[in-house]
């Protein structure tokens, strides 16, 4: 390890260190205000250490890791909603009872585990801040004790996603076997050489994809994730929502991309064939949810269909697209979330839709919000949502891929039921008028999110420019 | 510049009402007349300082890149046509807030928030002369809307609202993806990418896909328009949506889809639409008579005007597939005239049913009485509905005519069967609300000094423009001859050689300039 590998490695080391210095302190006094702050300190550290990294860029720590501008900027965004997620998940764990401090530990090492995710370009490490983020995962679904159907989705969770993590590392382990190499570049080089999959490599690559197929929750790998968004504390699905679906995402596009997987004509139809049937169960599965978590679950699944076309595009637009469309879901969606925890905490309950009711009557701001992360969703102009979704259909149908342009535009449709079906709520007239202050924080954290939504859906050129600054 | 000022006026008043609406109802509804009329004085003095030019040039013009990357840029111009079209928005726009100031009494901020972006996005639909920032505008005039149905419609207000956002963006939709199409078509035959409307125009594209991409803008359109089978949203939002909705539905929003077919399909496409012409008439005589027979056999008094609506936008789909001068005339005089006459009677409808609370004509009758200066409107605006000679629906209707009959003398003949069925159905209105026998004790109050100044200036408008088009046509000319000529130098060009289309598409440098 050379001095400089520390240097490119400090936002990692900030956040490793983070939880330990937590623990430490745990063991001396308990005290929910000081790691609440140290929290929100560290993650800002870890945010200025990327501007101390961006020089040295890109910069390989052979053999597991690259940190490239790419990985940066998923790194940027994964620690900007950590840091977001640390003061909704403050506002709400201080409601609870004892123990609330090892929360954020916990927090931190998922946040770990998804920017390693995002630097892997090894089959390794890939596993590794998988793992290291899904079994924080795990724990922080059934976090909250006395919530019964909180450990029931932790417990479904695991289940599921220990199963999912063995497809992956059987696969990976099948395309070690074919390939000789579990460098995402060596895996490439060595498919290079080939003029047909091999039995066992195309079986390897079939169980990768039912692993990250899992891990995002595509159809028909999707049935764990709405009883998990369900169960889970509000800011833990928010954390599963944004961060780990956004890292997930973050390392299929680049092993996909590494290996050219658009080019094989099997893995082509495969994808586009789940993109398609995620789209269409998604949206239908959402219309008639009562539950708004279970219809932000379906919609989730709805989105990363979507989000396949970028992968299929096989073009460095569909990359940027691909990179603007998960940094416009993941404001978005803490949107969404922010209002479903900030909510339960003032109010007790907020996880049916008609908890809703007359909302904008009772906190404007509150209702506006939501009704701009629904809109965002949506797709519907100044909002974040249809910038992204335009630059997502123009990489498709550059590629040609008309079909899939078809079925998103369908499935935006489809979609705008029961998005509208919020907002028509909100705006209702409910006899039950009771205005519902949140407290500062929480109004800083939507503040946020309302500027980012309207930024990205009205000046995209800043962002987009950025990220096709890309190498 | 003033282009954007118009725009940023109404989103700023927009968001100002609403701020003040929470202090004091009347500030905001003051801030919204003073919004709208700030516009309406500045494009008048505008105007008058620049003249209107005879040529095919822009009146204003103002473009600044956005996402350059892409070739989007912020391109708003005004000729004749926008600048009538502008006109129009303003005025329906003040007699929108006017009339709500009495109905509206819940969520009066957010109320006039709508109603500004609703305008402000019209206006920017009528403005935008990129194809990017046009799909931009055409979004954005919708979410207001489905908020204002939403929340101060009637009884199955939801209902109407969900439906008329669902068909709406659906279309929206694929007229987005033609866009894309558009762009990709334009950019892989030239290699400069844009969505630039005066670039586009004179793109060359092998036919089928000449045909697909039209057709993704022409459901657009015709959604908006709304031409039978597509106008199924239409009776529920303008029955359930609250006066000023229905007005600016009526008045307004209806007519960004006349405006996108003679703006955008006609020019862009002229070969697509030379083949779609006779379906788009046999479209729109179907429109005039079908909505002619729903509008005489309705109950509901609001949703008979709304059918009428469909029936006479028959008429502008008509208009605009005959491709001759005297059809584009009696198109854009349709498009005000309709305007303020079926605005009026949707006003006129708010207001009855402000005073009996039902809107079912079997339930009045014999009105004349107790409100007689209410009565003598409606008989202006029935007598406009139906063409009656003096009054701007006459012209337009008449152009119309005129105009389909050198294209196709069958259509015309069918379509002037509509004017027939009109007057049966506007005469049954006054017959049935007005006159006849009076089985009820309503107590009514005749129109206030607010309602008649809303009214008076609505019935001003239509006998003026009724009595003297000339204004309204010359303005129009200049804009109505340049989409007809890109289809004619379309034809001629594809005689000549290609070459003329390769200058064609060259011969506008000053708008590329622009753009960098």
């Known amino acids: ?34 790691v609440y702050g140290f929290s929100l300190l560290m993650f800002l550290l870890s945010f200025i250490s990327l501007f101390i990294v961006a020089p040295y860029i890109p910069h390989v720590i052979a053999p597991l890791f690259i940190i490239d501008s790419y990985s940066l900027l998923f790194l940027a965004i994964i620690i900007f909603a950590g840091f977001l997620i640390t003061i909704l998940s403050y506002i709400y764990i201080s409601q609870q009872g004892d123990d609330k401090e090892e929360y954020f530990i916990i927090l ?61 590392l059987f696969g990976m382990g099948l395309i070690y076997t074919a390939t000789g190499s579990m460098n995402f570049k060596g895996v490439a080089s060595a498919l290079g050489s080939l003029h047909a999959l091999s039995p066992i490599l195309l079986t390897g690559f079939v169980m990768l994809l039912v692993g990250i197929g899992f891990k995002l929750a595509l159809v028909p790998f999707h049935m764990w994730l709405p009883d998990v968004y369900q169960g889970a504390p509000a800011p833990v699905t928010a954390l599963i929502a944004t961060i780990s679906k956004g890292a997930v995402l973050a390392i299929a596009l680049r092993f996909f991309m590494d290996i050219q997987g658009f080019n094989n004509q099997a893995i082509f139809i495969a994808l586009s064939a789940i993109a398609i049937i995620s789209m269409f169960t998604g949206n239908l599965l959402a219309l008639n949810q009562g539950n708004l978590k279970r219809m932000l679950a379906y919609s989730s699944i709805a989105h990363f269909g979507y989000l396949l076309i970028t992968l299929l595009a096989g073009s460095t637009e569909g990359i940027h697209s691909a990179i603007f469309y998960i940094a416009s879901y993941i404001i978005t969606t803490l949107g969404a979330f922010g209002i479903i925890s900030l909510l339960s905490v003032c109010s007790g309950n907020a996880d049916s839709i008609d908890d809703y009711k007359g909302l904008f009557y009772k906190n404007p701001f509150m209702a506006i919000v939501m009704s701009l992360a629904m809109l965002s969703l949506a797709g519907i102009p100044l909002t974040a949502g249809f910038i992204a979704k335009f630059y997502l259909v123009l990489a498709g149908v550059k590629s040609g891929l008309w079909l899939l342009a078809f079925s998103l535009v369908i499935n935006s449709v489809i979609s705008l039921y029961y998005y509208l079906r919020v907002v028509t709520t909100m705006f209702t007239t409910s006899d039950q008028v009771k205005p519902s202050t949140i407290p500062l924080m929480g109004n800083l954290v939507l503040v946020v999110i309302v500027i980012g939504i309207l930024f990205l859906g009205i000046l995209p050129a800043w962002v987009s420019d950025i990220i096709a600054s890309l190498s | 510049m003033i282009l954007l000022y118009l725009i940023i006026i109404l989103m700023a008043g927009g968001v100002l009402a609403w701020l003040l609406g929470k202090r004091s109802a009347i500030s905001s509804r003051i801030i919204s007349l003073a919004a709208v009329s700030i516009d309406l004085i500045l494009i008048i003095i505008a105007i008058l300082q620049n003249g209107i030019p005879d040529d095919k040039k822009w009146i204003f013009e103002y473009s600044v890149s956005w996402i350059p990357k892409l070739g989007i840029s912020l391109h708003l111009a005004m000729d004749g046509l926008s600048l009538l079209m502008l006109f129009l928005t303003f005025f329906l726009g003040l007699i929108a807030i006017l009339i709500s100031w009495k109905e509206i009494q819940k969520s009066v901020g957010f109320f ?13 639909v009528f403005l935008s002369m990129d194809l990017f920032l046009f799909y931009f505008f055409w979004e954005v005039m919708l979410i207001p809307m489905y908020f204002l149905i939403s929340i101060w419609g009637h009884e199955n207000r939801i209902y109407a609202s969900y439906k008329f956002f669902i068909f709406t963006q659906a279309s929206g939709l694929l007229m987005f993806l033609a866009i894309l199409g558009l762009y990709l078509a334009h950019g892989n035959a030239t290699g400069y990418y844009t969505f630039d409307y005066q670039q586009l125009l004179g793109t060359t594209y092998n036919p089928t896909i000449e045909m697909l991409l039209m057709c993704g803008f022409l459901i657009a359109f015709i959604v908006k328009l709304p031409v039978v089978p597509f106008h199924n949203w239409l009776p529920d939002a303008h029955t359930e949506a609250p006066t000023a909705g229905s007005l600016i539905l009526a008045g307004l929003m209806l007519k960004t889809g006349a405006y996108g077919l003679l703006r955008f399909v006609v020019p862009l496409f002229p070969h697509a639409s030379q083949i779609f012409a006779p379906f788009g008439m046999i479209l729109g005589v179907i429109g005039i008579l079908y909505g002619a027979k729903l509008a005489f056999s309705q109950t509901d008094l609001k949703r008979l005007v709304a059918y009428t609506s469909v029936s006479h936008m028959g008429f502008v789909i008509l208009g605009v597939y005959a491709f001759n001068e005297l059809a584009y005339q009696g198109v854009v005089m349709q498009m005000i005239a309709h305007g303020i006459s079926t605005g009026a009677l949707f006003v006129l409808v708010g207001q009855l049913y402000e005073r009996i609370h039902t809107r079912d004509i079997n339930k009045m009758g014999g009105l004349w009485e107790q409100v007689p200066i209410m009565g003598t409107m409606g008989l202006v605006f029935a007598m406009a509905s139906l063409g009656l000679p003096g009054l701007g629906n006459f012209i337009a209707e008449f152009l119309t005519l005129v105009g389909t009959f050198k294209a196709n003398i069958l259509m015309a003949s069918l379509a002037s069967v509509g004017l027939i069925a009109a007057t049966i159905y506007s005469l049954r209105i006054v017959q049935k609300v007005f006159l006849g026998k009076k089985d009820n004790d309503y107590k009514m109050k005749d129109l206030s000094i607010r309602e008649m100044v809303a009214m008076g200036s609505l019935v001003v408008a239509i006998i003026f423009i009724g009595l003297y088009p000339q204004p309204v046509i010359n303005t129009a000319k200049p804009a109505l001859m340049k989409t007809l000529n890109a289809k004619q130098e379309y034809y001629q060009s594809q005689k000549v050689d290609d070459s003329v289309i390769l200058n064609n598409r060259t011969c506008s440098p000053d708008t590329r300039k622009l753009n960098k």
Request: glycine content about 4%; charged content about 5%.
């Open chain 1, 1 to 34: 390890m050379t001095a400089l590998d520390f240097i490119c490695l400090a936002p990692f080391l900030l956040l490793a260190s983070a939880p330990i210095i937590i623990m430490l302190t745990i063991t001396i006094t308990r005290n929910i205000k000081v």
């Open chain 1, 108 to 168: 931190f090492v998922a946040a770990l585990g998804a920017s390693v995710l995002v630097v892997a370009n090894h089959f390794i490490s890939f596993f590794l801040g998988l793992e290291t983020l899904s079994i924080s995962l795990y724990i922080l679904v059934a976090y909250i004790k006395t919530r019964s159907y909180s450990i029931e989705a932790g417990v479904k969770f695991l289940v599921i996603a220990s199963v999912a993590s063995a497809f992956l």
């Open chain 2, 112 to 124: 006039h928030f709508n109603i500004l972006w609703i305008l402000s996005g019209i206006i920017g």
